[in-house]
């Protein structure tokens, strides 16, 4: 395991910029916990808030309607819309589950979304987005052999919703919060074929 | 939280006709429990209580007061709970909420209506007695906060012991001897979902649930029932959980006076 | 509170009643991480005291029109538990007290998070004295210090607290609940170690300018070992995990 780096800690003497790195009379610390990227100067988190990303798939649940702009709820302090045009007319009911693209973000928390996607009955679950990328895997090897396992339909929405339909949901839901509890561990992908294969 | 509430609750629902739960468990079956008492040093009395990932803390205060006038040969009880902001995203800060004064009034008449805690024990001398204050603390919530505070509670009174007395005053760090405890209560809290119900439910079940039903019981008799929420319940639906309650109790007692 | 006509000797052949030196520390411990719905949280034992720290957020701010559209905004609450303290049963819910400690509590972290990366919105902390021996302050702040950086907000430093106080002639570390009722002063500080400022500061009593420089220089110190007890507790959520693994 690599060595921690904690918030405040000194990285450069001198102005750097890198991710998770702030400059302070130039010098540069460390703005989280986490450790250094061995493939550049940053500092990789070990936990952290959400930060949207354009073209980046989201999931959130349709929480308003007002002349076709539907606000969608994506477990974050950002709001996020989906405007429908003259051309363009969705028909979402409030509480849907959709999948959308992130189009546009205006001033730091609005998030425009396009795209969007009803993803119709099963249910949602909310996991740090931190630890979205591990649930993936390299070549989503990780989400797949969840989903194979347990022959569930699984969508991951990089916000840190993610929507489980059919098969053993019960089984998808506790292997994928195992997956955030243990996302650090090495050896996650061998406990979670286990747990998944066993039944 | 918000709007992923109103999915969750779909999908519990529409799981009711599966007989299994979110978390894989039948509509009978309770999470785990375990129980930790004597964590405070200050408090005369503490005991932590975790159901699944729902944690109460229960502390015990005594102090040296005045008994009631009805009953000047005894000391007095009094409960309250705090659903703590730091439990959950949806408690907020203020003053406390009418389901933490409900949680609060409905451990306390399952306690009192046992006759758990001997009252005569309490008095110490004309126009003194003790004051057991017991303070329910929710640190995490996930659900079925009735049954975790009601073990919270009792399992706090079980460790507690009674500061001496002397020339007028107590003497805290001189904690002389055990509460006297004549009887234990434990209870079940069981939540109708799309007309099934559920034992020990979640936090997603109870907010998916129609209604709520609390059975408090020593055994024998039962001691004290609450329903909450907007629904109903059949009379047959309350005998079976009045049935339940019964049937759990030695189970519980055994665990709670294991860890007193 | 307490009546100074009956106070203790405090030094007894020049060491603390509790049997420690001036600049001793009372032991510390943290355990990161330990409530499930929290972003971050922590819970600290010093000495006697005994603190649960939570961080939730970033929220959506509430009520909205207290939203800050160039930043995120700060709630925070300390609250001292009824039956926290040795003597008698409290009232729950803030006091006079209480709200004040909230609010310098909250006014050390408007320095030290990243703010501006959310606006209009919220961020959440709260402090629980679960068992209060003097110094909660201090105790509630170095908690909440821990909590936030397992909350992965971003921020500039990892915080403590900590109090000095005097007691006759003699500057003394970390005083307890029985110091703090008797003693001459006493000056609770909250620091950024990295460039050692200074973001909490009270204090009451008597300090020439002398002692001033030699409380701070007392905290500084004390500073070094409380942010290794902090670092530790953040290290160990994740060595904790690596650990069990390799048993099975």
């Known amino acids: 395991m690599q060595e921690i780096v904690y918030p405040g800690d000194l990285i450069a003497d001198t102005q750097i910029r890198a991710p998770n790195v702030y400059v302070e009379n130039g010098k540069s610390y460390s703005m989280v916990l986490g450790f250094k990227d061995s493939s550049g100067s940053g500092i990789i988190p070990f936990e952290g808030g959400w930060v949207p990303k354009i073209e980046e798939t989201v999931i959130g649940i349709i929480s308003s309607e007002r002349n076709n702009v539907y606000e969608v709820d994506l477990g974050s302090h950002h709001r996020a819309l989906i405007i429908g045009g003259k051309y363009e007319r969705f028909s979402f009911q409030i509480g849907d589950v959709v999948e959308a693209t992130v189009k546009d973000i205006e001033d730091g928390r609005t998030i425009i979304l396009s795209y969007p996607n009803a993803l119709k009955e099963g249910t949602v679950i909310s996991i740090k987005p931190s630890k979205i990328p591990r649930l993936i895997g390299k070549n989503n090897t990780m989400i797949n052999q969840i989903s194979q396992g347990t022959s569930s339909k699984i969508s991951v929405g990089m916000n840190g919703m993610v929507w489980i339909r059919d098969g053993n949901v019960a089984l998808a839901t506790a292997a994928i919060l195992r997956v955030e509890e243990e996302a650090h561990v090495p050896g996650l992908t061998g406990r979670i074929k286990e747990m998944v294969e066993k039944r | 939280m918000g709007a992923i509430n109103m999915v969750k609750t779909a999908y519990i629902k529409q799981l009711m006709s599966t007989n299994i739960r979110e978390d894989g468990r039948g509509f009978n079956d309770s999470r785990e429990i375990k129980i930790t008492t004597g964590i405070l040093q200050n408090a005369e009395g503490s005991a932590q209580v975790d159901i699944g990932s729902t944690r109460v803390l229960a502390g015990v205060k005594l102090d040296i007061g005045e008994p009631m006038d009805d009953t000047p040969n005894e000391g007095t009880l009094a409960m309250s709970a705090d659903l703590l902001p730091l439990a959950s995203a949806d408690f907020e800060m203020g003053p406390p909420s009418p389901e933490a004064i409900e949680l609060a009034r409905v451990v306390d008449r399952g306690i009192r209506a046992g006759k758990c805690v001997n009252m005569e024990s309490l008095f110490i001398e004309e126009g003194k007695a003790w004051n057991v204050f017991v303070d329910i603390y929710v640190l995490n919530y996930d659900g079925n906060l009735f049954d975790a505070s009601e073990i919270a509670a009792m399992s706090a009174l079980l460790n507690t012991k009674v500061p001496e007395y002397a020339d007028g005053k107590e003497l805290r760090d001189k904690r002389i001897k055990a509460l006297k405890i004549d009887n234990v209560v434990t209870s079940v809290t069981v939540a109708k979902v799309a007309d099934k119900i559920l034992l020990d439910p979640n936090g997603d079940e109870e907010e998916a649930a129609d209604a709520r039903l609390t059975i408090a019981t020593d055994g024998k008799f039962i001691r004290a029932m609450q329903k909450g929420l907007g629904g109903s319940f059949t009379q047959k639906e309350i005998l079976d959980a009045a049935d339940a309650a019964l049937n759990r109790h030695n189970k519980l007692k055994q665990v709670i006076e294991k860890t007193r | ?248």
């Open chain 3, 1 to 248: 509170m307490a009546s100074k006509a009956n106070k203790p000797e405090l030094i007894v052949n020049g060491r603390r009643l509790d049997g420690r030196d001036f600049n001793q520390l009372r032991p510390i411990k943290i355990e990161a991480n330990v409530l499930k719905n929290a972003t971050g949280s922590a819970y600290l034992e010093w000495g006697n005291n005994k603190v649960l720290a939570a961080v939730y957020g970033p929220v959506e701010a509430q009520p909205k029109h207290m939203a800050d559209p160039s930043k995120a905004i700060i709630k925070c609450r300390y609250s001292m538990a009824p039956f926290s303290s040795l003597s008698e049963h409290n009232r729950s819910g803030p006091n006079r007290r209480a709200t004040e400690i909230s609010k310098v509590t909250k006014e050390v972290f408007e320095k030290v998070l990243m703010l501006n990366e959310f606006p209009g919105s919220q961020i959440n902390i709260f402090i629980e004295i679960l068992q209060s021996d003097g110094g909660t302050r201090a105790a509630g702040i170095t908690a909440a210090s821990v909590a936030l950086a397992s909350s992965g907000l971003h921020m500039k430093d990892l915080v403590y607290a900590v109090s000095v106080g005097k007691i006759g002639e003699h500057l003394v570390l970390d005083l307890d609940m029985i110091e703090d009722n008797y003693s001459d002063s006493d000056m609770p500080m909250a620091i950024s170690p990295r460039n050692g400022e200074i973001l909490l500061l009270q204090m009451d009593g008597e300090y020439t300018k002398e002692e001033l420089e030699g409380a701070f220089k007392m905290a500084a110190e004390a500073g070094k070992e409380i942010g290794a007890v902090q670092r530790n507790a953040l290290k160990r959520v994740y060595e904790n995990v690596v650990s069990k693994y390799n048993g099975e």
